[in-house]
């Protein structure tokens, strides 16, 4: 049974730094794309940061140059540094692999909330 878990999340202060991360088991993810995701209330939930396989990755521009995702494929752990946090980057954030064939599997969510 592949599972994914997402830890890290927390309360942080506009600024700070939060790094996330996502165990995955059931499968040994090294050939899979994986995906960081995104969902504020009243919200659709968005991409916010992909790595392949191989480990390029790719960002939209309202996290590029904050966020860095990256995956230790030893570990079958995906994380995300998030930097300069803003207000708005407050959310659930969902850990997502993506399974040839499949729809893929979720992660059930990680609060991120940016405060004062």
């Known amino acids: 049974q592949v599972q994914l878990v997402e830890s890290g999340g927390g309360l942080v202060q506009p600024g700070g730094s939060l790094r996330l991360s996502c165990a995955v088991s059931?499968?040994?993810?090294?050939?899979?794309?994986m995906a960081w995701y995104r969902q504020a209330p009243g919200k659709p939930r968005e991409l916010v940061a992909r790595?392949?396989?191989?480990?390029?990755?790719n960002y939209p521009d309202s996290v590029k140059g904050r966020f860095t995702i990256s995956r230790d494929n030893a570990k079958n752990t995906v994380y995300l540094q998030m930097n300069s946090l803003k207000p708005e980057d407050t959310a659930v954030y969902y850990c997502?692999?993506?399974?040839?064939?499949?729809?893929?599997?979720w992660g059930q969510g990680t609060q991120v909330t940016v405060s004062s």
């Open positions: 997502y692999m993506a399974s040839w064939g499949t729809p893929g599997y």
């Open positions: 059931g499968i040994s993810f090294n050939l899979n794309d």
């Open positions: 790595i392949v396989s191989r480990g390029s990755t």
